[in-house]
């Protein structure tokens, strides 16, 4: 059992930067996949990007390529997500989750999700 609270939402101008963190409970941190995913009213939820078990490992969607970080802290059970560079089609409520095994770029196979925290980016 994984339990995430997601942290750090709010409004920020264009061109500003914004951190959010994921605290995770539980002792098998480590043995999922960790992501952040963000939905954007209308739209789906799409998969922002994620880090590996281990942490060594990050992959990104192409929309936030260059601009987001994942840091993942194994010793603390936390998984951040550092955004730059933001745009108002940045604009969303992210979601931090966690998945062992499957398509990580899809929601769908996902077995725990925080309660999601508003990011709301202003032109």
């Known amino acids: 059992q994984v339990q995430l609270v997601e942290s750090g939402g709010g409004l920020v101008q264009a061109g500003g930067s914004l951190r959010l963190s994921c605290a995770a409970s539980?002792?098998?941190?480590?043995?999922?996949?960790m992501a952040w995913f963000r939905q954007a009213p209308g739209k789906e939820r799409e998969f922002v990007g994620g880090?590996?078990?281990?942490?060594?490992?990050?992959y990104y969607s192409d929309a936030v390529k260059g601009r987001f970080t994942i840091v993942r802290d194994n010793a603390k059970n936390m998984l951040d997500l550092q955004m730059t560079s933001l745009k108002p089609d940045d604009t969303a409520v992210y979601y931090c989750?966690?998945?062992?095994?499957?398509?990580?770029?899809?929601?769908?196979?996902?077995?725990?999700w925080g309660q999601g925290t508003q990011v709301t980016v202003s032109s």
């Open positions: 880090r590996s078990g281990t942490g060594s490992r990050a």
């Open positions: 989750a966690a998945i062992r095994t499957g398509d990580i770029y899809s929601a769908r196979g996902y077995e725990y």
């Open positions: 539980g002792r098998t941190f480590t043995h999922y996949f």
